[in-house]
């Protein structure tokens, strides 16, 4: 007899299952969820299974796997030609438009809304073109995809900065929106492009969507693909490729003095956004000034060495499943008994416990608190699919920390804290004070080369090649 056990239902046509066998065989179930069990043929003769193979297809097995790999192939190709529609749309339909209208958009108005777009749409139009290349029209599952990603690696940190940039473009817009002439004139360019019925910020989105993407369609590819297919190992490195932002984190993580308690991958997956704020915590009173990472799940604090401004020691985290957002307006404020001004809280649900946030603009408040929801909103969507980083890759990433922590001597200590954050006075662990002036590039820089003129921190933030 067999143990079977379905592990993928999410084809509607096709179920993906297991079988152990125990004592007799007999042929697998060739399943369609459409029109139920029947009894199959099989590739497994006499109860016999290929030891190396750890999932099946129920019923003939290559058959099965190679038109799911042509599935995949083809869901592929057809969300690239999409893609590069939404991207002429954007350019030829938006940008282009509204550079004939000078009384309405200023140079660096239309460089903050638009960002590289046109550097990502040529750049996608030579990714097609290369993907069309190696597409087998008569039998897609013998595509040989992979190469074309490792080939274009490098173009892909172009998303970097339109990714980087977004948030900017999202409060310009919803600037500009206030105005009713706006609103008439994006609805007009949407009309004269014969656009698809989403409003302008929604195609501004595609990229930060699509680049979020690959990584998840590469691993599907993955699952379907044989190891003795001739694209297995191509898939595989270019998923990896797209996946850097786990060894990143993790880089990052052993870079920081002092870090205590778990790994950030444990819980996180993304870093969305940092910068430098001042801090009150309500127990302790005192002003702090610390550069903040905000990653999906929690908030993690650092400190600047007074004399290496480059060098960061850990200071604490805060667990952002218990917390809430609360903007506040300036003024006296009656928790802390200070006067604010561009301050927000984060407020404990459970506890009442309380943080205080002060930035030196309202413009950073305001993209603080965008982040907060963006990181809300971002759990929401994990939870929803179901994403987790496997116990693989954080078996990886933990290697990583420590490898680098021993190569620059970095003090490290992974233990389970008491409390989620730690109970003891996360502000009694030395003062000093930031001067003014101190620049955004200058929260931290990766001692590896870099690809792109932004700071290390900027380019695995959020909304670069990594995860969905």
């Given at each position: 007899m067999?143990?079977?056990?379905?592990?993928?239902?999410?084809?509607k046509d096709?179920?993906?299952?297991?079988?152990?066998?125990?004592?007799?065989g007999?042929?697998?179930?060739?399943?369609?969820?459409?029109?139920?069990?029947?009894?199959?043929?099989?590739?497994?003769?006499?109860?016999?299974?290929?030891?190396?193979?750890d999932c099946?297809?129920?019923?003939?097995?290559?058959?099965?796997?190679?038109?799911?790999?042509?599935?995949v192939i083809?869901?592929?190709?057809?969300?690239?030609r999409h893609?590069?529609?939404?991207?002429?749309d954007?350019?030829?339909?938006?940008?282009?438009?509204?550079?004939?209208r000078?009384?309405m958009f200023?140079?660096?108005?239309?460089?903050?809304?638009f960002?590289?777009?046109e550097d990502i749409?040529?750049?996608?139009m030579?990714?097609v073109?290369?993907?069309?290349?190696?597409?087998n029209?008569?039998?897609?599952?013998l595509?040989?995809i992979g190469p074309?990603f490792?080939?274009?690696q490098?173009?892909?940190w172009?998303?970097s900065?339109?990714?980087?940039n977004?948030?900017?473009?999202?409060?310009?817009?919803?600037?500009?929106?206030?105005?009713?002439r706006?609103?008439?004139f994006?609805?007009?360019?949407r009309?004269?492009?014969?656009?698809?019925?989403?409003?302008?910020?929604?195609f501004l989105?595609?990229?930060?969507?699509?680049?979020?993407?690959?990584p998840?369609?590469?691993?599907?590819?993955?699952?379907y693909t044989a190891?003795?297919?001739?694209?297995?190992?191509y898939?595989?490195?270019?998923?990896a490729?797209?996946?850097?932002?786990?060894d990143k984190i993790a880089q990052?993580?052993a870079s920081?003095?002092?870090w205590?308690?778990?790994?950030?991958?444990?819980?996180?997956?993304e870093l969305?956004?940092?910068?430098?704020?001042s801090?009150?915590?309500?127990?302790?009173?005192?002003?702090?000034?610390?550069?903040?990472?905000l990653?999906?799940?929690?908030?993690v604090l650092?400190?600047?060495?007074?004399?290496r401004?480059?060098?960061?020691?850990y200071?604490?985290?805060?667990?952002?499943?218990?917390?809430?957002?609360v903007?506040?307006?300036?003024?006296?404020?009656?928790?802390?008994?200070?006067?604010?001004?561009?301050?927000?809280k984060?407020?404990?649900?459970?506890?009442?416990?309380m943080?205080?946030?002060f930035?030196?603009?309202?413009?950073?408040?305001l993209?603080?608190?965008?982040?907060?929801?963006?990181?809300?909103?971002?759990?929401?969507e994990?939870?929803?699919i179901?994403f987790?980083?496997?116990?693989?890759q954080k078996?990886q990433?933990?290697m990583t920390?420590?490898?680098?922590s021993?190569?620059?001597?970095?003090?490290y200590?992974k233990?389970v804290?008491p409390a989620y954050?730690?109970p003891?006075?996360?502000?009694?662990?030395?003062q000093?004070m930031v001067?003014?002036?101190i620049?955004?590039?200058?929260?931290?820089e990766?001692t590896?080369?870099r690809?792109?003129?932004?700071?290390?921190?900027?380019n695995?933030?959020?909304?670069t090649?990594f995860?969905k």
């Amino acid at each position: 007899m067999a143990n079977r056990g379905v592990l993928d239902a999410s084809n509607k046509d096709w179920w993906w299952g297991q079988i152990v066998m125990k004592k007799d065989g007999f042929p697998p179930l060739w399943v369609n969820q459409e029109d139920g069990v029947e009894e199959g043929t099989s590739d497994v003769q006499n109860g016999h299974l290929d030891p190396s193979a750890d999932c099946l297809c129920l019923g003939r097995t290559v058959q099965n796997r190679d038109q799911m790999r042509a599935n995949v192939i083809n869901e592929i190709m057809s969300t690239e030609r999409h893609y590069i529609k939404h991207l002429k749309d954007i350019c030829e339909g938006y940008l282009k438009q509204c550079r004939k209208r000078r009384d309405m958009f200023s140079d660096e108005q239309l460089k903050i809304i638009f960002g590289n777009i046109e550097d990502i749409y040529r750049f996608q139009m030579g990714f097609v073109r290369d993907l069309e290349k190696q597409y087998n029209n008569e039998d897609p599952h013998l595509s040989e995809i992979g190469p074309c990603f490792l080939e274009h690696q490098d173009g892909f940190w172009i998303y970097s900065e339109y990714c980087n940039n977004h948030l900017d473009a999202c409060m310009e817009l919803s600037k500009l929106m206030k105005d009713s002439r706006y609103q008439h004139f994006f609805e007009a360019c949407r009309l004269l492009q014969q656009m698809i019925d989403i409003a302008i910020d929604g195609f501004l989105l595609t990229p930060v969507q699509k680049i979020c993407k690959y990584p998840l369609q590469l691993a599907e590819l993955l699952k379907y693909t044989a190891q003795d297919h001739s694209d297995y190992r191509y898939v595989a490195a270019a998923l990896a490729v797209m996946r850097n932002n786990i060894d990143k984190i993790a880089q990052w993580q052993a870079s920081v003095l002092d870090w205590r308690y778990n790994d950030i991958l444990d819980r996180s997956s993304e870093l969305i956004y940092t910068g430098e704020m001042s801090w009150i915590y309500q127990p302790y009173g005192r002003n702090q000034q610390r550069v903040f990472f905000l990653f999906d799940h929690q908030l993690v604090l650092c400190k600047k060495d007074l004399i290496r401004r480059d060098i960061l020691y850990y200071k604490g985290r805060i667990d952002l499943d218990k917390y809430e957002v609360v903007d506040t307006e300036d003024g006296r404020d009656d928790d802390f008994n200070v006067s604010m001004k561009n301050a927000f809280k984060l407020h404990n649900k459970e506890t009442e416990e309380m943080h205080l946030f002060f930035t030196k603009k309202l413009e950073d408040k305001l993209r603080w608190i965008r982040a907060f929801r963006e990181e809300r909103k971002m759990v929401k969507e994990d939870e929803k699919i179901g994403f987790e980083i496997s116990e693989n890759q954080k078996r990886q990433a933990a290697m990583t920390v420590k490898k680098v922590s021993k190569q620059k001597g970095v003090s490290y200590s992974k233990s389970v804290p008491p409390a989620y954050p730690p109970p003891q006075d996360p502000l009694n662990q030395g003062q000093y004070m930031v001067t003014d002036g101190i620049s955004q590039s200058q929260v931290f820089e990766f001692t590896e080369p870099r690809r792109s003129q932004a700071p290390f921190w900027q380019n695995f933030s959020r909304l670069t090649p990594f995860k969905k």
